[in-house]
């Protein structure tokens, strides 16, 4: 799926926080994952094992992903599709397909739904979403292998309400439990849910920015191909933008020079910040490298790390400072995008929707908590289509349009006075 995103150009104020330095540990062998609020300087730290699948929270999310990150001497949590299997069936590990990953470099292509049809708009991997009822259907049985080395298969029944209802059992449907998580009761972006404890993770910061973790990442073996390989590392949240600044003088480096870098993908600092000297046998840092983080909230940190020192204490050492800065607003283009005019607006406005085919839209506009509050069907035409929606009965606040198309899914934040 692609989802459409405004990108933004930021000055800075001549007010710069002084850099502050930070010290998070992933704990000896890695065996915490932590979130860090870099506003509040808030952070939380959870055993990397004590969830095992996320949930997207936001009204547009669909995404669910499974928990890559174990210890450096623990087993690591595995997931597989059954194809072709329902999940009253019993199954054997003969009907596993290959292993899933979740996409690492967006929280919307987690593991469960990289396996969707890219032919078909309204699957979404785990699911197909229903435009009749509003609701995303599950379709696939997922089989996990957990860290006790016991295999359970799960299903997803579906997303209704902002709520997930899902089920998981052993592989013979012995032991069956029933899982429920509530996008409204989350608080966060994602919400982590243990399916060994049957909870949602609570006390994660609302407003995390970076999460320090381990995770898989697809990089190349020579002769081997390639292969996924767990790196130690951080990770943005869901909507965060990152630069990656090199071969800078810390002293005299200037965010205008790469405010129009910025990019979402979720791994721009990842794990490469670091390497590790052979003869040494000690990590080094590149002290001519520095991050621009700029969060949901729209204020930019300016990030360069200091120390790591590896699998016996996690310790990693950084500093960051505020960078005050202004937004701007800067519209990109992209082959398939919409567009809302005027927004917000009391009434009517016009969404223009560019495609690069024939077919057939759908928009859903759904509130805050994934109730559908207006759904319809438009033609499209190749190139520039514009159609006007009249909304005059709508209860103001912040919405989310959807559109889904045979070329994608674009969200877009409707505002309605």
Excluded at 305 to 317: A, R
Aim: proline content about 4%; hydrophobic content about 35%.
């Amino acid at each position: 799926m692609k989802l459409y995103f405004t990108l933004f150009t930021l000055i800075i104020l001549h007010t710069v926080s002084p850099a502050q330095p930070v010290e998070i540990s992933y704990g000896p062998g890695y065996a915490e994952t932590v979130f860090l609020d870099l506003e509040t300087q808030v952070s939380q730290s959870y055993s990397s094992t004590s969830w095992d699948i996320g949930f997207g929270t936001n009204a547009a999310d669909f995404n669910i992903i499974i928990n890559e990150s174990t210890p450096s001497d623990g087993v690591e949590l595995e997931l597989f599709v059954a194809s072709g299997k329902s999940y009253g069936d019993t199954i054997v590990a003969t009907d596993l397909s290959e292993r899933l990953h979740n996409h690492e470099e967006s929280w919307s292509a987690g593991a469960f739904n990289l396996v969707a049809d890219t032919t078909d708009p309204f699957d979404l991997g785990w699911g197909a979403y229903n435009p009749v009822s509003h609701q995303v259907e599950g379709s696939r049985v997922f089989v996990l292998l957990m860290r006790d080395s016991s295999y359970i298969k799960l299903k997803v029944d579906s997303l209704s309400g902002g709520t997930y209802h899902f089920k998981y059992a052993a592989l013979d449907g012995s032991n069956e439990k029933l899982g429920v998580v509530s996008k409204a009761d989350s608080g966060a972006p994602l919400a982590f849910y243990s399916l060994v404890d049957e909870i949602t993770l609570s006390g994660i910061p609302s407003g995390w920015d970076l999460m320090f973790t381990r995770y898989t990442t697809p990089l190349d073996a020579g002769p081997d191909g390639i292969v996924q390989y767990l790196v130690t590392g951080i990770l943005t949240a869901p909507g965060t933008e990152v630069v990656q600044a090199d071969s800078v003088d810390l002293s005299s480096i200037s965010y205008n020079d790469y405010s129009d870098q910025l990019g979402s993908t979720l791994d721009i600092i990842g794990y490469d910040w670091k390497s590790f000297d052979i003869n040494t046998f000690q990590y080094s840092l590149p002290d001519d490298r520095v991050y621009f983080v700029k969060t949901v909230d729209e204020n930019v940190f300016q990030l360069s790390f200091l120390d790591f020192e590896g699998s016996s204490t996690g310790v990693t050492v950084f500093e960051y400072s505020d960078l005050m800065v202004v937004p701007t607003f800067d519209k990109s283009a992209h082959s398939f995008h919409i567009h809302l005019y005027p927004n917000p607006s009391s009434s009517s406005r016009m969404v223009e929707i560019n495609t690069g085919s024939n077919g057939i839209s759908n928009l859903v506009l759904i509130d805050q908590q994934g109730k559908v509050v207006f759904e319809r069907e438009y033609p499209l035409n190749q190139g520039r289509n514009t159609f006007s929606v009249t909304t005059d009965r709508l209860p103001s606040g912040t919405y989310f349009l959807n559109v889904f198309s045979a070329e994608g899914h674009a969200v877009q934040t409707w505002i309605q006075q």
